[in-house]
């Protein structure tokens, strides 16, 4: 199993400001992942961060928006650049444990953002 | 075309009973996992039960079962004996092998339970 912390929890903050959310891995783990929801809709990839190398972007999203740091197997920060209220969502890391009879992929508790 | 439907955006159950939770998935690997997730209100997302495309038998963690239809391509999730604090969003989820580990999830269902 794995237990996933982020910080912050939530946050509002100013159009045009940055904010970075931190998400930490009680476990060792090869690659994370990050999400966006906006309100009232599922989630979707932002990218994926492997530890040693550069993230992975998905389609629509780009590393000057969203930059984002591994420096190791237990960590990860996701940075929203120049926030409008568009980016206001909830943020979720998430990591991907396999074990021999069953695959789970655990998530942290989210970051609420508001952009005003 | 998406890859996970859900075709169900909010279902009711009476308290005590059983209610089924429909997913289709749409994929040409031949290696893949499905996942289930729960959000209630508070935001978090909460594993549920995962079956693999290989997995011969359907999944079952407790109150909740996954009916696996490999030929349909449907995943469907089966909670018995709904309690109040079942009320929530369910995602279902698929990732494919082709795709790096990197899931996919449906539109959701909003389940209320009714007392």
């Known amino acids: 199993s794995a237990v996933i912390s982020q910080k912050p929890s939530r946050d509002i903050c100013q159009r045009g400001t940055s904010l970075t959310i931190q998400c930490q891995v009680d476990?060792?783990?090869?690659?994370m992942f990050w999400y966006r929801q906006q309100p009232g809709q599922s989630l979707t990839l932002i990218a994926t961060?492997?530890?040693?190398?550069?993230?992975?972007?998905e389609s629509g999203f780009v590393i000057d928006k969203f930059p984002i740091s591994r420096p190791n197997l237990t960590f990860s920060t996701l940075t929203v650049s120049n926030m409008s209220p568009e980016d206001s969502s909830i943020y979720l890391c998430?990591?991907?444990?396999?074990?021999?009879?069953?695959?789970?992929?655990?998530f942290g508790p989210g970051t609420r953002l508001t952009v005003l | 075309a998406q890859k996970i439907t859900q075709t169900q955006p909010g279902m009711f159950v009476q308290e005590k009973e059983a209610v089924t939770l429909d997913c289709t998935y749409d994929t040409s690997d031949q290696s893949y996992g499905l996942f289930w997730y729960k959000q209630p209100s508070s935001g978090e997302m909460i594993f549920l039960i995962y079956q693999g495309s290989y997995d011969e038998q359907n999944a079952t963690e407790g109150r909740y079962s996954l009916n696996f239809q490999k030929a349909r391509k449907s995943a469907n999730l089966v909670i018995s004996a709904s309690q109040l604090g079942d009320s929530a969003m369910y995602f279902c989820a698929m990732r494919e092998e082709t795709n790096a580990g990197k899931s996919t999830f449906g539109d959701g269902t909003t389940l209320t339970v009714k007392p």
């Open positions: 998430s990591v991907e444990i396999f074990g021999t009879s069953t695959d789970t992929q655990y």
């Open positions: 476990s060792q783990v090869t690659m």
């Open positions: 961060a492997n530890q040693g190398s550069e993230a992975t972007y």
